[in-house]
């Protein structure tokens, strides 16, 4: 449907909506130090929009240690959730959804995020009535780069992918959404 508007907006969380990767630094970078390694922003950098495990993953890998994936990445979130206090909106995110929510947009959040954090920032921001739809890491079997999570956000919109917009400010979201066959709006960090 080559030229149509489209049809439903589908929102990445971090690092599009609310400015959580320096939070996420932080928090990744203390898991590592009580371990005794060195987490930079580079390794970092090489995970934005992967999920926790991938995250994980390329820790272990990288230094070495075991990682158990079920009780690193509860530690990951509930630091993460002790400190959503401190997170703020991107700028523009909140006139965004409203100026979508008065266009009549059926709205989807997909986010890598595990349910129980993005709940959290949901709560935090009160933006839960925003979304038609919340899709989480928890709720595919493959994480971005993969296109389940906005395949799966779509059919949750009653909205084929083809008339979708996928927001996204990572290259794995970037991705996804193409292999979604989406079109993408790529909104990189600044």
């Avoid at 009780?71 to 523009?92: E, M, N, Q, T, Y």
């Avoid at 296109?147 to 084929?160: H, M, S």
């Amino acid at each position: 449907m080559p030229g149509l508007p489209p049809a439903a907006l589908i929102f990445d969380m971090d690092g599009l909506l609310v400015d959580s990767e320096p939070l996420w630094l932080q928090v990744v970078q203390a898991f590592c130090r009580a371990r005794g390694f060195v987490w930079t922003k580079e390794h970092h950098a090489g995970c934005v929009g992967g999920g926790l495990r991938a995250t994980l993953s390329a820790m272990s890998e990288r230094f070495g240690f075991a990682v158990e994936h079920e009780r690193d990445v509860a530690v990951l979130i509930d630091d993460f959730i002790g400190s959503v206090g401190g997170l703020v909106l991107k700028p523009g995110a909140a006139d965004l959804l409203s100026a979508t929510a008065l266009a009549g947009l059926p709205t989807a959040l997909a986010s890598s995020s595990p349910r129980r954090l993005i709940d959290a920032v949901l709560e935090r921001f009160a933006l839960r009535p925003r979304f038609q739809a919340v899709v989480s890491g928890d709720d595919v079997a493959h994480p971005k780069p993969a296109p389940d999570i906005f395949l799966r956000a779509a059919a949750a919109l009653g909205v084929p992918p083809a008339r979708c917009a996928v927001l996204e400010d990572s290259l794995a979201g970037v991705t996804a959404g193409r292999a979604a066959g989406m079109v993408v709006v790529a909104v990189p960090e600044a």
